[in-house]
């Protein structure tokens, strides 16, 4: 049975969380967050970029290194067994920041394709967002099922 004001899905994977913060967990947590870093200056670079203040090719640097980031990521989600909805949404991420690099390679020459891109990161910064969010939920949860207080 949920608890009171908890979907069902929620509580169960709630049962599912990390038992301890272990480090495996809290550097899952902190790669998600160096990722949502990563996205959102992508944005801004791009931006800079379209309105002749900067270099396209910082973008492209920071997007190879956030498709790194998103890769270990993985990694660390997988180390610390991470519930089941949470690591799909890891690899949902990590499909996404592959097809953002290929179409930024690709959009150099093809509007269509750059138009694309910018719809498709707009995308990765809400899932990679949505990522953070729930590796602290299972932060949170796993420091209530070792013991210690949250106030």
């Known amino acids: 049975m949920p608890v009171v004001g908890q979907h069902e899905d929620m509580a169960s994977s709630a049962s599912a969380a990390p038992a301890t913060r272990s480090p495996v967990l809290t550097a899952f947590v902190a790669a998600t967050a160096v990722l949502a870093l990563l996205v959102a200056v992508q944005a801004?670079?791009?931006?800079?970029s379209i309105?002749?203040?900067g270099a396209i090719a910082t973008h492209?640097?920071?997007g190879n290194a956030s498709f790194v980031v998103g890769i270990v990521t993985l990694v660390?989600?997988?180390?610390?067994r991470i519930p089941k909805r949470q690591l799909w949404?890891?690899?949902?991420?990590?499909?996404l920041l592959f097809v953002q690099t290929g179409l930024?390679?690709?959009?150099?020459?093809n509007a269509e394709v750059a138009a694309w891109h910018v719809f498709l990161g707009v995308m990765t910064f809400?899932?990679?967002v949505l990522q953070h969010v729930g590796a602290i939920?299972?932060?949170?949860?796993?420091?209530s099922a070792s013991g210690s207080s949250t106030s």
């Open 44 to 48: 801004l670079l791009a931006g800079r």
């Open 51 to 53: 309105a002749g203040l």
């Open 60 to 62: 492209g640097h920071v």
């Open 76 to 80: 660390l989600a997988l180390l610390a």
């Open 89 to 95: 949404l890891g690899v949902i991420v990590l499909v």
């Open 104 to 109: 930024g390679y690709i959009g150099r020459n």
């Open 126 to 128: 809400a899932a990679v």
């Open 137 to 143: 939920g299972l932060s949170r949860q796993a420091r």
